[in-house]
């Protein structure tokens, strides 16, 4: 079983419209958690990072929350446009594992005009 | 500042044969990992540099892939013979050092087809 878990797999959202992508996580301690943007023939693109100590950070349009007790994380995504097209791969930092990053199956996002 | 740099970005093979990526980290980084990514999966971690030496290979398939880091900056990967499993794509990342905050930035990958 995967220790990070996306979900859901893909989605298709209109122009201009909002989303929440889930991020639940088995593993600990762990040292961070991340949210990474990877368009399609692109390698990702770190998008936030929080320790276990944050439970929100903001990078533009997107926010992304962290509940260290329920082990659950998510990115919102306010007002989306054409350019949030993308897998979205949560990845948590294993502070067991030489700091060794784990990573979800990614959220496959879809945004049509 | 110059990203990582990979290459080929695409490559084609029969099962069997070999294959050898390339990758140019980011300038100053010590730190360099190849990983292999299945279509609809995450990264999954190859193998880790710090420098020219190894730090993490324990997911490396020694059996039939290779990894060399000469004189700490690029590094090759080689699959020696590809199987159809095989077929992905092969991100090189890295990063400043290996603390827990460093970010590591991808290369775009090597995309993998083995029939």
């Known amino acids: 079983k995967n220790q990070v878990e996306q979900s859901p797999q893909s989605l298709i959202i209109l122009e201009g419209k909002n989303c929440t992508l889930q991020?639940?996580?088995?593993?600990?301690?762990?040292?961070?958690l991340r949210w990474y943007k990877q368009d399609t023939g692109r390698g990702p693109v770190s998008l936030t990072i929080?320790?276990?100590?944050?439970n929100t950070k903001s990078n533009g349009r997107y926010t992304a929350t962290l509940d260290a007790d329920t082990k659950q994380s998510s990115l919102h995504i306010t007002a989306s446009q054409l350019s949030d097209s993308a897998s979205y791969i949560c990845v948590v930092t294993l502070k067991a594992a030489g700091n060794k990053l784990t990573f979800g199956g990614g959220t496959r996002v879809l945004v049509k005009p | 500042e110059a990203g990582v740099a990979q290459s080929p970005r695409y490559k084609i093979i029969e099962k069997r044969q070999s294959v050898a990526f390339w990758c140019n980290p980011i300038s100053g980084h010590a730190t360099l990992y190849w990983y292999q990514q299945i279509l609809g999966q995450g990264p999954k971690l190859l193998i880790q540099f710090q420098n020219n030496g190894v730090v993490d290979d324990s997911q490396l398939p020694k059996d039939r892939f290779s990894a060399e880091r000469l004189k700490g900056v690029d590094s090759t990967l080689k699959i020696q013979p590809a199987k159809l499993e095989d077929s992905a794509v092969y991100l090189c990342a890295s990063s400043f050092s290996r603390g827990v905050m460093n970010e590591q930035f991808f290369g775009p990958g090597t995309r993998l087809t083995v029939l």
């Open positions: 991020c639940n996580y088995t593993v600990s301690p762990f040292s961070n």
């Open positions: 929080m320790t276990f100590s944050e």
